[in-house]
Each structure stands twice: as C-alpha cells, then as structure tokens.
C-alpha cells in the first residue's frame, strides 16, 4: 500500500498542528472511541499477501495499547484476504485487541461505516489511520467527521488530546471486553426463535447494588455527565461532591452493576437519595442506555421503593423534564409514584406508604454488596 498524492487535507495536516488543541478546546471534536486501522505498511512492516512475514511496527503495538487502556476501541478496515489477515493478527498476539475486522477489497470508506454501525457509535468519534494517502482521501471525501492519520503518526496518537478521554476508569481498560460480550449477546438475541420476554429470562440477569465506595466515584461522575436520556434529573456531581455526599449521613451514593450468563455490562446505574424528615428523596437516577432493554431501571427503583418504605419512609423522587428522558418519568410512575407537585420545570412525584405498589416481578436477581 504505497503512499499516493492527495489533495484532501486529513487530521494531521490541519492548520496549527504544531499545538495540538486540548480537550477543554471550545468546540474542539468529540474523543475518538474507535481507531480504525488499516493493516499493510500501517499496522506492520510489509504485505502479507506478498509473502513478506511483516513484523508489526513497535509503536504502533504501543499505540494499540496505550488507547485501550483507556478505553479506546481497535478495528481494522484493510484491503487482503480475511483468514490471511486474521492468521497474521494472531500470530502476533493481537487479535484480542481488536473489536471488529474488515477485511476485503470494496471502499474503505463503507468498511469504516460498517465498523461504526456495529459499535453503535457516531462516526464523528471514529478515527481512522493508513499509511496511503489516496486511501485517507477516500475515507475523508466519503465521512467528513472521521478524523484520518497518516501511519508515521502512530506513536504520537496518545498524545494528542482527542485520543484522551476525559474519563479513565477501572473500566476502561475492559471496554473492548464488554463490546466483545454484547456481540455474543446481540448474536444470541438474534438466534433466538421465542418472545423477546423468553430471552431475556434466559440471561440470568443479576443486578448487583452497592454503596458507592471511593473506587466507583469516577465512574459515577462520568456517568452524571455522559448519561442524558435515561436521567432523571440531568444533575452532574463532580468527584469532590460524590466524595463528600458518601460521607454525609444525610445522603447516600448507590451504584449497580449488572451481569448476565455472557459476562458483564459493568457499572450500569447510579442513585442519590436524601434524607429529609420522614421521606428519602431520590435526587438522581440514571441507567446506562446499553442496558435500556433491560428493564433494569425499573429494578433499581422497585429496590430503592422497597428499601425506603421497610424503614419507614415515603419514597419521594424528583424529576426535571428533559427533551430526551421522558421514559425516566415513565418508568417512576409505572413504579407507583405519583405526581403530587408540577411547576412546569421540575416534578416531585411520591408513594403513599399507606397504600405502596403492588410487588412486581423482573426477569433480574437483585444482590445487595
């Protein structure tokens, strides 16, 4: 894949590039979450299919690295035969650090639009690097919002501000797992010939609920400011005030994981009650949109109702409407609450403890940490 002469302009080539711009940059582009590589004189010295036994380049293994650590997914769009590909990858050792392979000869343009089909994310945070020019152009004319680098960048990737999140949790590092374990799922699901309420009886869902310790806070505060449509509220809590609200005796950081016969999905959901006279108040709710078929929202706040009222108190939930989280305030009322004030901007719905909710049933365990 030789180089070739281009008058499309890609990301490395931008003005100003000598000061990469930061994260905090006002309209700055979103972190990528996908890298997206070509293989020949990109990933490794040579053409496989040329017999050439290419050996990967050092700091393009190290850029593999360096990003999924932080959570940043691999793909591969490259032109060749697939089982040649693959049995390369794997003789090296790398073809756990990849989510999705194309490899073929079609446009690598719809190769990296398939990849960003699949991973559910928006090609604006997919990045895409190849050492041809004309291929970069290609991309670049096909999907303007994928950010293209030429090969000689590798080793420079994990220095640039849009390859770091702002975000780096203990789950980070197991991002590509827990893209690996839902297309396990999503391959089951679809195999699957009886009524989706089988199914999901069939996962053995375990929704694992637990006082946030100092380990979670991160996690929690980035699921405060990435979390918009399944939120009741909108409210975000930097570490500092999670920090101090789990050490308040008049507060309480909940946090839920959830698991399945595949694995895990990983922190999923997060709750702040209060304690104000005889009523715990649910200050934010919010759940993860991966596990939105789930039902699991519903789960956690039959756990909190039921916790809340066993000690005595009225359940009290507030909710300010958003353009996007409508099926929150659905999911609270279905759960037995009840609007008991409206001012338009914001909602404060109750149980009356004298006649609570009937008991429901969900196809997900609930385990108490």
Same mark, same amino acid.
């Given at each position: 894949?030789?180089?070739?002469?281009?008058?499309?302009?890609?990301?490395?080539?931008?003005?100003?590039?000598?000061?990469?711009?930061?994260?905090?940059?006002?309209?700055?582009?979103?972190?990528?979450?996908?890298?997206?590589w070509?293989?020949?004189?990109?990933?490794?010295?040579g053409?496989?299919?040329?017999?050439?036994?290419?050996?990967?380049?050092?700091?393009?293994?190290?850029?593999?690295?360096?990003?999924?650590?932080?959570?940043?997914?691999?793909? /591969?769009?490259?032109?060749? =035969?697939? $089982?040649? +590909?693959? #049995? !390369?990858l794997a003789?090296?050792?790398?073809?756990? @650090?990849? *989510?999705?392979?194309?490899?073929?000869?079609?446009?690598?343009?719809a190769?990296?639009?398939?990849?960003?089909?699949?991973?559910?994310?928006?090609?604006?945070?997919v990045?895409?690097?190849?050492?041809?020019?004309?291929?970069?152009?290609?991309?670049?004319?096909?999907?303007?919002?994928?950010?293209?680098?030429?090969?000689?960048?590798?080793?420079?990737?994990?220095?640039?501000?849009?390859?770091?999140?702002?975000?780096?949790?203990?789950?980070?590092?197991?991002?590509?797992?827990?893209?690996?374990?839902?297309?396990?799922?999503?391959?089951?699901?679809?195999e699957?010939?009886?009524?989706?309420?089988?199914?999901?009886?069939?996962?053995?869902?375990?929704?694992? /609920?637990?006082?946030?310790? =100092?380990? $979670?806070? +991160?996690? #929690? !505060?980035?699921?405060?400011?990435?979390?918009?449509? @399944?939120? *009741?509220?909108?409210?975000?809590?930097?570490?500092?005030?999670?920090?101090?609200?789990?050490?308040?005796?008049?507060?309480?950081?909940?946090?839920?994981?959830?698991?399945?016969?595949?694995?895990?999905?990983?922190t999923?959901?997060?709750?702040?009650?209060?304690?104000?006279?005889?009523?715990?108040?649910?200050?934010?709710l919010?759940?993860s949109?991966?596990?939105?078929?789930?039902?699991?929202?519903?789960?956690?706040?039959?756990?909190?109702?039921?916790?809340?009222?066993?000690?005595?108190?009225?359940?009290v939930?507030e909710?300010?409407?958003?353009?996007?989280?409508?099926?929150?305030?659905?999911?609270?009322?279905?759960?037995?609450?009840?609007?008991?004030?409206?001012?338009?901007?914001?909602?404060?719905?109750?149980?009356?403890?004298?006649?609570?909710?009937?008991?429901?049933?969900?196809?997900?365990?609930?385990?108490?940490?």
């Amino acid at each position: 894949m030789s180089a070739g002469a281009s008058g499309q302009r890609d990301a490395m080539s931008a003005p100003d590039e000598g000061a990469a711009p930061t994260a905090s940059d006002e309209g700055a582009a979103p972190t990528v979450k996908c890298l997206v590589w070509d293989l020949d004189d990109t990933l490794w010295d040579g053409v496989v299919l040329e017999g050439d036994a290419p050996v990967p380049f050092a700091a393009a293994v190290r850029a593999l690295h360096d990003l999924d650590q932080r959570g940043i997914l691999h793909a /591969v769009a490259s032109r060749g =035969e697939y $089982d040649v +590909a693959a #049995a !390369h990858l794997a003789e090296h050792g790398l073809t756990d @650090l990849f *989510t999705v392979l194309e490899v073929g000869w079609g446009a690598k343009s719809a190769a990296v639009e398939r990849i960003a089909t699949e991973l559910n994310i928006g090609l604006d945070t997919v990045a895409f690097i190849d050492n041809d020019a004309v291929e970069r152009a290609e991309v670049a004319a096909a999907l303007p919002s994928v950010r293209c680098y030429p090969a000689t960048e590798a080793e420079r990737l994990a220095g640039r501000a849009e390859f770091t999140p702002r975000f780096v949790t203990d789950e980070s590092a197991q991002r590509r797992q827990l893209y690996r374990t839902e297309r396990r799922r999503k391959a089951a699901e679809t195999e699957h010939t009886g009524p989706p309420a089988e199914f999901l009886a069939s996962l053995d869902l375990v929704l694992t /609920v637990r006082r946030a310790s =100092e380990a $979670d806070l +991160a996690r #929690a !505060h980035e699921l405060t400011v990435r979390t918009h449509q @399944l939120n *009741t509220t909108g409210r975000t809590f930097g570490l500092e005030e999670l920090r101090r609200l789990c050490a308040d005796p008049g507060h309480e950081v909940i946090v839920a994981s959830l698991e399945d016969r595949f694995g895990s999905y990983g922190t999923i959901g997060l709750a702040v009650t209060a304690l104000r006279d005889d009523a715990t108040v649910l200050e934010l709710l919010l759940m993860s949109c991966r596990v939105m078929s789930r039902g699991v929202g519903a789960v956690l706040i039959d756990h909190i109702v039921a916790e809340t009222l066993a000690g005595g108190r009225r359940p009290v939930a507030e909710f300010v409407p958003t353009d996007v989280n409508r099926q929150m305030l659905v999911t609270l009322r279905f759960g037995g609450f009840a609007v008991v004030e409206n001012t338009g901007d914001r909602m404060t719905l109750a149980i009356d403890p004298a006649a609570p909710p009937p008991a429901r049933t969900h196809p997900v365990r609930v385990v108490t940490a």
